[in-house]
């Protein structure tokens, strides 16, 4: 944790399993005076921004990566990435409700799912990563979008993102 204004770190705050392994820590957001990390070890944890101690984590997909927060609940995607080899990706967003710090659904949005992010409407935007064999890419990278009224979850067309994020419910897509 580092002291924005001046650059000087605050402390450092472990990442480790129960067995004293590295989480793998990926992404974070804050919101509410805590901040979620990701980690690699199939787990979100919350880190209280008083106290810079660790208040908890709840298990979720496979490998975890972008995470956003909206409408009191956490979205974030299982990206089952450390499988690449196999090719045995994950394919879901975990939903957690911020009150009770639970994972409450998983919603299939296609495989390799990467980053995360909200609009002002509630609308969650998922992209995934392509899939390769070898060189060749079998599946190509897209973007979807989670309806914040319906749940129901839908290719946006023709856009095939590296690496994206939501301004003034503008994406900006590379």
């Avoid at 609940?73 to 639970?102: C, E, H, P, Q």
């Avoid at 392509?130 to 979008?145: H, R, T, V």
């Amino acid at each position: 944790v580092v002291d924005a204004r001046t650059g000087k770190s605050l402390k450092q705050i472990p990442m480790k399993t129960t067995d004293n392994k590295a989480k793998q820590p990926r992404y974070a957001a804050a919101y509410g005076g805590k901040v979620y990390v990701t980690s690699f070890d199939d787990t979100v944890t919350r880190i209280d921004t008083t106290s810079l101690s660790i208040y908890g984590s709840v298990q979720v997909g496979r490998d975890p990566e972008g995470i956003c927060i909206k409408n009191n609940k956490i979205y974030l995607a299982n990206s089952g990435g450390l499988d690449f080899a196999t090719g045995n990706f994950d394919s879901t967003v975990s939903v957690i409700d911020l009150k009770t710090f639970k994972e409450e659904k998983k919603i299939e949005v296609g495989k390799n799912p990467y980053q995360v992010f909200a609009d002002s409407q509630g609308d969650v935007y998922v992209s995934t990563r392509s899939i390769y064999e070898g060189w060749n890419e079998i599946e190509k990278a897209s973007l979807k979008k989670i309806s914040s009224s319906t749940g129901k979850v839908e290719t946006i067309a023709a856009i095939s993102p590296n690496k994206f994020t939501i301004v003034n419910d503008k994406a900006y897509v590379l």
